[in-house]
């Protein structure tokens, strides 16, 4: 079975600060693998996604994330967040067998102005 | 375009009540589709998925069954509510098959157990 673990639950940042949320993912195959936001009173939405080729995705709104299979990471970061960056940010991973999207814990972030 | 509505948006229940909330997608055939519930601070846990007509995979045991009727429509159903039933229940769908993986969410029910 496969499952996602991200290990901050709530993040409080400064504008102009660097970004980055962790998430590791356990499964024995090929992953695909996804960030999805949610901001305040809006649907969960597509940050960015991984299948296949370049390890270093890059998504909307200036976010990018590292695949790093040795380490069965995919990290989002943002070198410098801002007010509106402040959502709660959902890492997901798609075996390669199947149609289920297992998703993490989830990671509260606010950013102060 | 495709779009994915469900409803109702809010529904406050007492314990011990039936419960039904329905997701339709349109602009697509034959799509995947799923019941996620989010509860706080345990992320998105997957209940339900769907990936044709009468074909529902169940991920966890509980209090909770789904339906697929027909190719776009999607419920949720409860025959007696318990307190742990509620939550923020989301409808999703996706491209049949393996496909991008991408999943397409709709507003969401908040459910309230009293």
């Known amino acids: 079975a496969q499952s996602v673990s991200q290990h901050n639950h709530h993040v409080i940042l400064s504008e102009a600060a660097s970004l980055e949320l962790g998430c590791n993912y356990s499964?024995?195959?090929?992953?695909?693998l996804f960030w999805y936001v949610q901001y305040p009173g809006q649907h969960l939405q597509l940050l960015l996604k991984y299948f296949s080729g370049d390890p270093l995705v890059k998504g909307i709104k200036g976010f990018e994330a590292e695949f790093i299979k040795s380490k069965f990471s995919f990290n989002l970061r943002k070198p410098s967040v801002q007010w509106s960056d402040t959502a709660e940010y959902f890492c997901a991973v798609m075996g390669n067998a199947g149609n289920m999207l297992t998703f993490g814990g989830g990671t509260r972030l606010m950013v102060k102005p | 375009s495709q779009t994915i509505h469900q409803w109702p948006a809010t529904l406050v229940q007492p314990v011990g009540s039936p419960l039904s909330l329905e997701c339709t997608v349109e602009g697509t055939s034959n799509p995947n589709l799923y019941w996620y519930r989010q509860a706080a601070g345990r992320g998105l846990q997957l209940l339900f998925y769907?990936?044709?007509?009468g074909q529902i995979s169940s991920e966890v045991p509980q209090n909770l069954s789904a339906s697929r009727p027909q190719d776009r429509q999607f419920i949720l159903s409860s025959k007696k509510l318990l307190l742990s039933d509620s939550g923020f229940y989301l409808c999703?769908?996706?491209?049949w098959g393996a496909g991008t993986g991408e999943l397409f969410f709709g507003e969401g029910s908040r459910l309230t157990v009293l």
């Open positions: 999703a769908w996706s491209v």
């Open positions: 769907s990936v044709g007509i």
């Open positions: 499964y024995g195959g090929t992953v695909n």
